[in-house]
Every structure is written in C-alpha cells, then in structure tokens.
C-alpha cells in the first residue's frame, strides 16, 4: 500500500530547512584527486620531522648521531627539515588546486607540533645541561627544586602557550589556516619563532664542538647563547600573540620579480651559508625576529615626522 505524507512517520524537510551534514557529505566535500595527496603528504613528513625531533632531543647527551653531531644538532636539523616541508605543502596544494579547510586545519595541528612542543623541548633540554639539579643530566620538570629550573621550564611553557595561540589566531583569520597571497603576517609565525630558538642551539652545539672540551672563547661564547635563549624564548612568545605586521618571505621575495642586486644578495647569503651555516642561520632568524618590532617603530616615527611637517 502506498503511504501517503501525512502517514509518514518522519516529518518531510522543508526546502528552507538546511541539510544535516553527515559522514557521506562531509567525504564528498573533500574529497581531492590522485594529485591533492601530496600536499598532505609533505604536511605529515613535517609532523614526523617534529616528533623525531622530539625524540632525538630526549637521547642522552654522550649520543653521536651522523658526522658526528649531538643528539640537539639532529634535532635541530630535524626541525629545519619540517620548516622546509611546511613552506612546500602550501605551493603544492596551489599547484595541484587541492587547497581545502582539511589541509589548512592539518597545517596547524602539525604546525603545533613541530614549532611549538620540539623547539621548547629542545631548548629544556639544553638548558638542563646548565641549570639542572646538582648538575645532574635530567631535563627540567616543573617539580625541581631548583628555582633556575623552574624558571626555565615556566618560559618554556609560555612559548607552547603563546605557539597554540598564535596557530589557533591564524586558522580563525585565514579560514581553516589556508596561506593565502598575503604579503604580512599578524604577529610571528610559528616557524620564524622556531627557527630563531633552533639557530641559537645549533650555533651552541657547534661552539661546543669547537671547543672540545677547554676553555676559552668559543665555551665563553656557548655560554653567553645558554643565557640569550630564555630571553629569546620569550621575546619570541610576546611577538607571536602580538599584532605585529612580519613580512612573508615566500610571498614577498620568492613570488614576485626582483632586482639584480637582490638576486646577488640572495647569492651572497647563500654563500655564507655554506661556509658559516650555523652562525648565519642564528642571525638570519634573530634578524627576522627583531624586524617586526624595529619596522612597526620606523612606520610609526615616520607617520609622526609626516603630521608634524603638516603642522
């Protein structure tokens, strides 16, 4: 027998009555082709680059990992590597026109892990070696009894807190954490934040490794980077929450046609890169780090110099 609509048991929907979405809905809406996987498969290489760098941070600090490097070298590199793979997914995803909120979301999850918890994990751990109890090889929980320690480990903290912060900002105003053709951030991105932390204990280990053991400039200049990376963590987690305009590098220099002479600069960088990598890497990060600040004081002074001309 046929049932008519008043003998249905479910109430008929309405053409304004908006469709629930379900599990189907949601596959179908984004579902990408054979060309849309490699962008998320360069976000997961970055997401496994952090928790390698993560692991490889917890390793004793007698490790001797390839070419002879500390178990913070490979970490640090490790990070670096995920900085790479996290400024290709966004091209890919361009190119191959799979740019979808999952995508974005996945970014700053992964994002989180990889310049958030490792470069704070890997900055505790080589301050453990300084300000530990009793000298002893243990990272710094926040239960130590040394006040130094416990300072550390707050600082730490903070630049987690202010890394979540900064992410969850950034999938709110770009819909979902899609990068878009904007030549500013809002605030320091997470991985120029990472990247500054990492380039200082990098510069650390490969001070220390010329060292070899004795004192004398080189160990005085390790210490000095120990006592300049708290201060960094937290200049670091105050210009990430901020509303600070950062330039984007990709955006703005790799997008766009440029000079000759910007052409040969770039060469040049590279060049000291390959002679002097971690000392220039620590002040290409500091310089970026520093720039938001110094740029938004050089667009106010000369707003000012402006009005009072005009008076």
């Known amino acids: 027998m046929r049932l008519s609509e008043e003998d249905t048991l479910v109430e008929p929907r309405s053409p304004e009555t908006p469709r629930t979405p379900g599990f ?55 990070v670096l590597i995920g900085m790479f793979l996290d400024s290709v997914d966004g091209s890919v995803a361009r190119l191959t026109n799979s740019v979808t909120d999952f995508g974005g979301m996945l970014d700053a999850v992964v994002d989180m892990v990889t310049f958030g918890i490792a470069p704070a994990f890997i900055v505790l751990n080589l301050l453990s070696q300084y300000v530990g109890p009793d000298n002893t090889i243990v990272i710094i929980s926040p239960d130590t009894s040394h006040s130094l320690g416990k300072l550390c480990w707050a ?28 030549l500013f951030f809002r605030g320091l991105p997470t991985p120029g934040a990472a990247g500054a932390l990492v380039g200082l204990v990098l510069l650390h280990e490969h001070l220390i490794k010329l ?71 620590a002040i290409v990060f500091f310089a970026y780090v520093l720039s938001g600040p110094v740029g938004l004081i050089n667009e106010r002074s000369s707003m000012d110099h402006g009005e009072a001309e005009e008076l």
Request: hydrophobic share 50%.
């Open 155 to 182: 600082i730490a903290a903070i630049y987690v807190c202010c890394a979540a912060l900064r992410l969850a900002r950034f999938a709110v105003e770009t819909k979902g954490g899609q990068l878009g053709d904007h």
């Open 211 to 281: 060292a070899d053991g004795a004192s004398g400039t080189m160990t005085w200049l390790a210490g000095v980077i120990v006592v300049l990376i708290p201060a960094m963590s937290l200049l670091t987690s105050v210009v990430m929450v901020s509303t600070i305009p950062y330039r984007h590098l990709t955006n703005q220099y790799l997008r766009v046609r440029r000079s000759f002479g910007y052409t040969a600069r770039v060469i040049m960088l590279l060049c000291l890169m390959l002679w002097f990598f971690q000392e220039t890497l």
């Open 24 to 78: 189907r809905g949601f596959g179908r809406r984004n579902r990408v082709g054979p060309m849309g996987v490699w962008p998320t498969l360069f976000t997961l290489g970055n997401l496994i680059a952090g928790f390698a760098a993560i692991y490889f941070a917890a390793k004793p600090l007698d490790y001797e990992g390839p070419w002879g490097w500390s178990s913070l070298t490979v970490a640090g590199a490790l």
